[in-house]
Every structure is written in structure tokens, then in C-alpha cells.
């Protein structure tokens, strides 16, 4: 994992990237040169246009998700992926390359042969995603452990859609841990370093949490260290692979002494000049289709069109939250609030609909002009459901330090919340996102959450 602008970025994802992207560049300069007319063809303006082509279309199609692993049992979501990526990036390549400054010079068989490899490139990419986490960009991992801890961190390295290494086995430490563990992993007990050196292991991870009596030894971890290999411990795993700050690992003393959880005044104008502009944007873009939502409520249920609740904002502040009705008029009847589920009986045909395609969110586009919300941020709760959340779940009240968000980091990572478990795991995501918010990490959980909505992934 690489750290851009205080975001986690897989190793290999960044060099399929690079890789793509100097195909692309070099297929448009090879055409050019092959295909085009060199009358008046000035390479100065060809190669930073080539170079922007290529650019543009990887970071397209980085947005819907491809250089994200598919695998067996996701191939419908695979094909989902490859057939958007293919839908949408070649009417935007044929229209990027007709204002190129080349578009002139270039024949009919010049755009085809690009706009050809562009497709080509896309659809092997999909197939290569697909196979199993094996080959020359994935890293080889040992983990130190072999108890429930280290358990888990195998089911979340070899989760579908989520697998990018492969792990060698698990090393059993001195000590009376309980094995619970897949045996035929299990390695021989031995000196790490001989074990990592034997096995070419890129990365250790440390899934112990005693580390005293003799435990595990720091020397040979410092050994690890000093070779060139990344050590990982519990906490720094779950924030780098998982993009979450597990609650079982957080102690009060990391917040206050670790990096990150800073919101200085910079970040907030830039962030909030990110929001006004863009939340504008799309009221214009998605206006159509607001007006034609509210006409499909009233001709179903009636008024009202729109839902206005009280929800908990930055530094606990309530505030009114406004969205298309999706549930019938008397959803709380008894005045007892309730989890919304994925599958709720209260919701209308129409809120099945804009609830899918999140059409209900759009009115708060307007909460985000009036200063009360953030595009992107942990989703604001009802008072009643924060109250109750921060009695049971420790550091909830943590996520109120930013603005809420239309969208957010833990609504494009984990499926629909409708209950205090639900509400704790979304709180891991919502602490890695306090804790690394950047414009960049906002701009990704953006792109996330069109192909969430396109592709039928992740949350409701």
C-alpha cells in the first residue's frame, strides 16, 4: 500500500494504472505517426495531447471501479464493470479526441484504431482483474499469529472483491495463544527472518496483540525491518488495507498522539468552496430529474414531496435534514423512531426506485449550500439513535467533529446500517475518514459512490 495525500492506495492498482496509461499514450503516438497526416502535424502539441488522453481515460475508468480485483464469485459484477467502463469511456474518448489539437489531421481509420484499443485494453484489463490473486503485482504475505486476530486479518485479505496478496501461511509465536487458524497454513515454528527470507515474503503482518514475556521477539522484527520488509501491526493493517480504525484495537491515547484527526482552517475553506461548487453542479444536472421524482411521489401517495428530520451535524449541533419521501405518510405513526432497513415495508414503489438509485438524497444538496452538511462525510443520525449509539459504542461521538455528508467513505465501503452492530462496523469507516480526509479521499468516495449507484454494489 502507497499513502497519496493521506489515502491508501493498493501497489498494484497504482502500477496497472501506469501501465495502462503508457499503452494508451504510446497506441495514440503510434497511430498518429502510422495512420495520421503529417502535413503540418506539429509532435509538440501531440505528445502532452497524447499524454492527457491517456491520463483522462485511465482515471475514468479508475472511477468505475476497474482496477479494483474481481473474482469466481463476482463475475456478474465484473462484466457490470467492464460493459460501464466500455459504455462510458468511449463516447467521452471519441469526444476528448475530436478537441485535440490532432483531431483535424486524423482519418477516419486513426480514430477507429484508437478508439479500438481503448476497448481492447478495457476488456483485457476486466479478464485480468478477474483471475485469481496471483502473478507479477501481488505481494507475498506472512502473518505473525495464530489466533482469532489473525484469523481475521486472513478472511479480510481473501475476502471477495476485496483480495489483492497472497498469504504464505500463518508463524506461530511463543506463548499459550490459541490456534484458530487454518492448519494446513500453519508454518513450522523458526526465526521470522529465515522464514521470510525462505518463503519471499514482501510484508509481515503482526496479529498478536501481547507482545511482553517473550511473546514475539522485536529483535527479529527489527531484522524484517532493516531487510527492506513492511511490518505491519493490527491497528496500521485495518487503516491500510481495510480503509478502517478498528474499535477493538483504538485506544484514547492514539487519537491524541497519532497523526491525523486534524481540521485546520485550510482544509475547511477548501472543502467548503469544493461543496458549494460542485453541490451546484449537480442541482443543475440532476434538476430534471428532481422535478420528475416529485411528480411521481405525488401521483403515488400525495403530498408531501419532500421529508424534513432532525439529524446530528458538526460538534453535535441539530439540524433538519431534507429528503424526497420514500416511506408512506404514516411510516411513524406510533412517533417511535426506527431503523430503516434495506428491504422496509414502510417504503412506496417509487421509494424502492430513488432509494436504489439514491435519488432520495438529492434534496440535501440544498442542506449542503445552506453550510449545514459536507458532500462527503460520516451520514448524520437521528438524536435519539446518536444518543443511544454513543452510550454503547465507544469514540461515536468522535465522527461529529467533521460536517455530515450526502455521501461518505463508510456508504460506498459497507451495505445498508440498520442496527447498533451495523452502526459500529460503519464507525471504523467513519474514524479512517475523520482521521485522513483529504480533497483527493473526497473526490474518490464521489467517483465511488456513481458506480455504487450504477453498478448495484455496496450500500442502499
Given at each position: ?10 501497489t498494484?492498482?497504482l ?14 503516438l ?18 502532452p ?10 482515471g475514468m475508468?479508475?472511477?468505475?471501479g ?15 464493470r ?14 476528448v ?14 480514430q ?21 490473486a ?22 479480510d ?15 506461530p ?15 513450522p ?32 522484527l527489527?531484522?524484517c525491518?532493516?531487510?527492506g ?11 491500510c488495507?481495510?480503509g478502517?480504525?478498528r ?14 484527526f ?22 443543475l ?18 403530498a ?16 433538519r435534514?431534507?429528503?424526497f ?51 462527503v462525510?460520516?451520514?448524520p ?13 465507544p ?23 440498520a ?27 464521489l ?14
Open positions: 500500500m502507497l499513502k497519496v495525500f493521506s489515502h491508501y492506495l493498493p498494484h492498482a502500477q496497472q494504472v501506469l501501465f495502462d496509461a503508457a499503452v494508451l499514450f504510446s497506441v495514440v503510434c497511430a498518429i505517426a502510422v495512420l495520421g497526416s503529417h502535413e503540418g502535424l506539429e509532435w509538440v502539441a501531440c505528445v495531447s497524447a499524454l492527457t488522453f491517456a491520463a483522462l481515460m485511465v475508468n479508475a472511477a468505475m476497474l482496477y479494483r480485483p474481481f473474482y469466481e464469485r463476482s463475475r456478474r459484477q465484473a462484466a457490470v467492464v460493459l460501464l467502463s466500455l459504455v462510458v469511456s468511449i463516447p467521452v474518448a471519441y469526444f479526441f475530436r478537441v485535440l489539437p490532432w483531431a483535424e489531421m486524423a482519418p477516419l481509420a486513426l477507429w484504431s484508437i478508439l479500438v484499443s481503448l476497448g481492447v485494453l478495457l476488456l483485457a484489463r476486466g479478464v485480468f482483474n478477474q483471475r485469481q496471483a502473478g507479477m503485482f501481488i505481494p507475498r504475505v506472512l502473518i505473525v499469529g495464530t489466533g482469532r486476530d489473525a484469523r481475521q486479518v486472513h478472511l485479505l481473501t475476502r471477495p472483491l476485496q483480495r489483492s496478496v497472497e498469504v504464505v501461511g500463518f508463524l509465536v511463543s506463548g499459550n495463544e490459541r490456534i484458530e487458524v487454518e492448519p494446513r497454513l500453519m508454518l515454528p523458526g526465526n521470522l527472518m529465515d522464514v521470510a527470507r525462505k518463503l519471499r515474503v514482501d510484508e509481515v503482518i503482526v496479529a498478536v496483540r501481547e507482545r511482553r514475556g517473550g511473546v514475539l521477539s522485536l529483535r527479529e527489527l531484522d525491518k532493516l531487510a520488509l513492511r511490518i505491519r501491526d493490527l491497528s496500521s493493517f485495518f487503516e488495507v481495510q478502517q480504525i474499535l477493538d484495537s483504538l485506544r484514547a491515547s492514539w487519537l491524541i498522539y497519532g497523526d491525523g486534524r481540521q485546520g482552517w485550510l482544509r475547511t475553506f477548501v472543502k467548503r468552496c469544493f461543496d458549494l461548487v460542485v453541490a451546484m453542479l449537480l442541482l444536472v440532476f434538476m430534471p430529474i428532481m422535478i420528475v421524482t416529485a411528480v411521481l411521489i405525488l401521483l403515488e401517495d400525495g408531501p414531496i419532500f421529508y424534513a428530520q432532525e439529524r446530528v451535524g458538526l460538534g453535535g449541533r441539530v439540524f435534514v431534507v429528503k419521501r420514500s416511506m408512506r405518510r404514516d411510516a411513524e405513526r406510533d412517533g417511535k423512531p426506527r431503523w430503516a432497513s434495506a428491504n422496509d415495508d414502510r417504503v412506496t414503489r417509487i421509494g424502492k426506485v430513488i432509494r436504489k438509485l439514491r435519488i432520495d438524497e438529492l434534496p440535501q444538496l440544498f442542506n449542503v449550500l445552506r453550510g449545514d452538511m459536507s458532500l462525510g460520516p451520514r443520525e437521528r438524536p435519539f439513535f446518536v444518543e443511544q449509539l454513543t452510550e454503547q459504542i469514540f461515536y461521538a468522535v465522527r461529529h467533529c467533521v460536517k455530515p455528508g450526502v455521501t461518505g467513505w463508510a456508504q460506498v465501503r459497507y451495505q445498508y446500517g442496527s447498533v452492530d451495523d452502526a459500529a462496523e460503519k464507525l471504523q469507516y467513519d474514524l479512517y475518514y475523520v482521521k485522513n480526509h483529504t480533497l483527493v479521499l473526497d473526490t474518490l468516495v467517483f465511488e459512490t456513481v458506480r455504487v449507484v450504477l453498478t448495484g454494489e455496496g450500500a442502499h
